[in-house]
């Protein structure tokens, strides 16, 4: 058993090229190693979000607080609560990031998993046009 503990870990500006908006990373790796699992805690401003981009493996999001909108390229924009969890299979096309309301807190698990990134999410896309 390996306990990290977030306050050990210093969150980072999320990069500007794969986010719109707002939001600070922390980054907790190697939170395991077979399979290779990775966590990020994810601070979103109101409205930032993440550009679209898919991961190779699944990743899991559970939303600490706030609101989560979160999209599969060609569905609807999807709202997620505090203690809802959203997986993303390998390969899907998405984004997620907060509301416009407030701002949102999720957790990122990324089992085996590397992160492909596309374009930024427009105004339209974000608001589900
Ligand atoms: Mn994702």
């Given at each position: ?20 908006g ?26 930032a ?81």
């Open positions: 058993m390996r306990l990290l503990r977030l306050g050990d870990l210093r969150p980072a500006p999320a990069d500007p090229a794969t986010f719109t707002a939001a600070q990373v922390t980054r907790m790796p190697a939170v395991a190693e077979e399979p290779a699992v990775n966590a990020y805690r994810v601070a979103f401003e109101p409205r979000r993440t550009a679209w981009h898919a991961h190779s493996g699944l990743q899991l999001l559970v939303v600490l607080s706030g609101r989560c909108r979160v999209q599969r390229e060609g569905e609807p924009v999807q709202v997620a609560a505090v203690g809802d969890v959203v997986s993303i299979a390998a390969g899907e096309r998405h984004w997620h990031g907060a509301g416009p309301d407030g701002p949102m807190v999720h957790l990122a698990i990324n089992v085996d998993s590397a992160t492909t990134w596309f374009g930024k999410v427009s105004e339209p896309e974000y608001e589900g046009d």
